[in-house]
Nanobody, 125 residues
Framework: QVQLVESGGGLVQTGGSLRLSCAAS????????MGWFRQTPGKEREFVAV????????DYADSVKGRFTVSRDNAKNTLYLQMNSLDPEDTAVYYC??????????????????WGQGTQVTVSS
């Protein structure tokens, strides 16, 4: 069973940057698409970004396009999310996750799992 551990969250001012990391163990990391989601209290977990198993394809939520970049290092079993031009609306707990199928491509919540424990990102105005 794959285990995912996020890190890199914190408090940053509007316009700042953060880089999240997700270390994977116990599974075939380089065979699956990986994703980032985020969640705020009282709201459903929402899609942020997805990357193909090789890293050659990516997709983003409209709200983060042009500001966030997802990448992966399959040799290190690590997923990244570079977040630039951060806005208070980006404040959330960020989760990394693995697609349930090696063939899946998209951002539907039900097609991802397991999940990491999450890392808090807070953007101050």
């Amino acid at each position: 069973q794959v285990q995912l551990v996020e890190s890199g969250g914190g408090l940053v001012q509007t316009g700042g940057s953060l880089r999240l990391s997700c270390a994977a163990s116990g599974g075939a990391f380089n065979s699956y698409p990986m994703g980032w989601f985020r969640q705020t209290p009282g709201k459903e977990r929402e899609f942020v970004a997805v990357i193909s198993s090789s890293g050659s394809s990516t997709d983003y939520a409209d709200s983060v396009k042009g500001r966030f970049t997802v990448s992966r290092d399959n040799a290190k079993n690590t997923l990244y999310l570079q977040m630039n031009s951060l806005d208070p609306e980006d404040t959330a707990v960020y989760y990394c996750t693995r697609a349930k199928s090696t063939l899946y491509w998209g951002g539907a919540l039900s097609n991802f799992g397991p999940w990491g424990q999450g890392t808090q990102v807070t953007v101050s105005s």
